[in-house]
C-alpha cells in the first residue's frame, strides 16, 4: 500500500522556468491538497480539491496551477518559478471518516 | 479566520520523562478538529492523534495523550516516558467540519530528547 506518492524530492530550477510536482495516492480519498512548508511558518496550504474536477484555491494560491481529472492524481504546476517559490512541498490525501491527512514524503524545490 | 499557536520554539525533555507540547488555537466555529503531526529530520509527516470539538474524553494513542481543554482554546500534546526517537518537530493542526482538505498548522515545536 503505497499511500501517497509525490514525485521528484528534489528539483532545482532556474527562474520563469515551468515544472509539475507530481502526486498520486492509492487510497480512493476524495480529498486531496497541497501545502508548502517554509521555515518558522509550518505548513499553508496551497491548493485543495474535493473530488475530480473540483480543485479550489487554499491560503496562498499564487503562482500555482493544479487540475484533477482523476481521484488518484493532483498535479501542482509551477508556469513561471520564482525564488519564492523555494519551499518543501506536501501533498496529501483526505480520509473523510476522521479528516485525517496523509502526507506525501515532501519535494524539496529550490528557485535560482 | 482560524488560527493555531505554538509558544514553544523547542523543548528539551530527558528520557524517559513526560513532555507537554502547548497548542492554542481561535476558531468561530463549533465543530472542529485538532491533530497532531510529528516530523523527524527526515522530513515526513507523521500522525499522532485527533481530537473532536464534540469528544467528552482527551484522545490518547499509545504514549500519546491529548489534554483538550474547550473553554481555554487549547490542544496540548503530553508524550509519556519520553524516547530518543521522539526528536523531532511537532506541529498542531487544525480544521473545521465541511473543510476536511483543509488544515491551519501551527509553526511547530521543536522537541529534543536527551539521555
Known amino acids: 500500500n503505497a499511500g501517497v506518492t509525490q514525485t521528484p524530492k528534489f528539483q532545482v530550477l532556474k527562474t520563469g522556468q515551468s515544472m509539475t510536482l507530481q502526486c498520486a495516492q492509492d487510497m480512493n480519498h476524495e480529498y486531496m491538497s497541497w501545502y508548502r512548508q517554509d521555515p518558522g511558518m509550518g505548513l499553508r496550504l496551497i491548493h485543495y480539491?474535493?473530488?475530480?474536477?473540483?480543485?479550489d484555491q487554499g491560503e496562498v494560491p499564487n503562482g500555482y496551477n493544479v487540475s484533477r481529472s482523476t481521484t488518484e492524481d493532483f498535479p501542482l504546476r509551477l508556469l513561471s518559478a520564482a525564488p519564492s517559490q523555494t519551499s518543501v512541498y506536501f501533498c496529501?490525501?483526505?480520509?473523510?471518516?476522521?479528516?485525517?491527512?496523509?502526507f506525501g514524503e515532501g519535494s524539496r524545490l529550490t528557485v535560482l | 479566520a482560524q488560527k493555531i499557536t505554538q509558544t514553544q520554539p523547542g523543548m528539551f525533555v530527558q528520557e524517559k520523562e513526560a513532555v507537554t507540547l502547548d497548542c492554542t488555537y481561535d476558531t468561530s466555529d463549533q465543530s472542529y478538529g485538532l491533530f497532531w503531526y510529528k516530523q523527524p529530520s527526515s522530513g515526513e509527516m507523521i500522525f499522532l492523534i485527533y481530537?473532536?470539538?464534540?469528544?467528552?474524553q482527551n484522545a490518547t494513542e499509545g504514549r500519546y495523550s491529548l489534554n483538550f481543554q474547550k473553554a481555554r482554546k487549547s490542544a496540548n500534546l503530553v508524550i509519556s516516558a519520553s524516547q530518543l526517537g521522539d526528536s523531532a518537530m511537532y506541529f498542531c493542526a487544525m480544521r473545521s467540519t465541511g473543510t476536511a482538505s483543509k488544515l491551519t498548522f501551527g509553526t511547530g515545536t521543536r522537541l529534543q530528547v536527551t539521555l
Open positions: 481530537q473532536g470539538s464534540y469528544d467528552e
Open positions: 496529501a490525501s483526505t480520509r473523510t471518516t476522521t479528516g485525517e491527512l496523509f
Open positions: 480539491s474535493v473530488g475530480a474536477g473540483i480543485t
